[in-house]
């Protein structure tokens, strides 16, 4: 079993609709962060988070600690959000980055 | 303020060869972490370095190494390169390791 997992695998949706991908992990943790890759490969990170919840325009994230759970939101999706999603949590053993596999999410106009 | 730099961009090599690859933090950053994309295998986490040391490692074999300079700038060699090998390598960096990271480019290696 992966330690950090994500769902979905791939998203399709409509221009405007609500989105959620979600991330749950099974190590202690000491933040999580949402990173964002387009096609070409340049990755950029969205938030990071140690509880609570975080907001940037339309990109909402939200963490359960005690759950061990994050959901990263999208409202009023575009066709510019289409890009691969991924977590990854920082392990408080060790410090280390654990990633997960990512979401392909693809926002139809 | 210059983001962070990866060099060469595209490297060609065959098998058995060697590579060396490079990244600049951003100015201030300490922590520069080495990191594997592949499309089968996604993000996979090769090594991190803070104030010169490796402060963690990811599970793959001596082949891979790397090293971090006393300006932060960081290197990663690979030695008798395999097929395998070829993918997109990308650094981080961070000011310490723990808050927000800011990658790379990348550096899209193909072992021939």
């Known amino acids: 079993k992966n330690e950090v997992e994500q769902s979905p695998q791939n998203l399709t949706a409509q221009e405007g609709e609500f989105i959620t991908i979600n991330c749950s992990y099974s190590?202690?943790?000491?933040?999580l962060h949402w990173l964002q890759q387009h096609p070409g490969g340049g990755i950029v990170s969205l938030f990071m988070?140690?509880?609570?919840?975080k907001k940037h325009g339309r990109l909402i994230a939200t963490i359960n600690i005690q759950e061990k759970h994050s959901s990263l939101h999208i409202t009023a999706s575009h066709p510019r959000d289409s890009a691969v999603y991924i977590c990854?949590?920082?392990?408080?053993?060790?410090?280390?980055?654990?990633w997960g596999a990512g979401t392909k999410l693809i926002i139809k106009p | 303020k210059a983001g962070v730099t990866q060099t060469p961009r595209y490297l060609i090599k065959t098998r058995g060869q060697q590579v060396t690859l490079s990244c600049s933090p951003i100015?201030?950053?300490?922590?520069v972490s080495w990191y594997q994309q592949t499309p089968g295998q996604g993000l996979q986490f090769l090594f991190e370095?803070?104030?010169?040391?490796?402060?963690n490692k990811g599970n793959f074999p001596g082949r891979f190494s790397g090293r971090q300079f006393s300006n932060s700038r960081s290197e990663m060699n690979v030695s008798t390169l395999e097929l395998g090998d070829s993918a997109l390598y990308l650094c981080?960096?961070?000011?310490?390791?723990?808050?927000?990271?800011?990658f790379g480019s990348g550096t899209q290696l193909s072992v021939l």
């Open positions: 100015s201030g950053h300490r922590s």
């Open positions: 990854a949590a920082r392990m408080d053993s060790n410090y280390q980055l654990i």
């Open positions: 988070l140690s509880s609570g919840k």
């Open positions: 370095y803070f104030s010169e040391t490796q402060r």
């Open positions: 190590v202690g943790i000491s933040a």
């Open positions: 981080a960096s961070s000011f310490q390791g723990g808050e927000k990271l800011f």
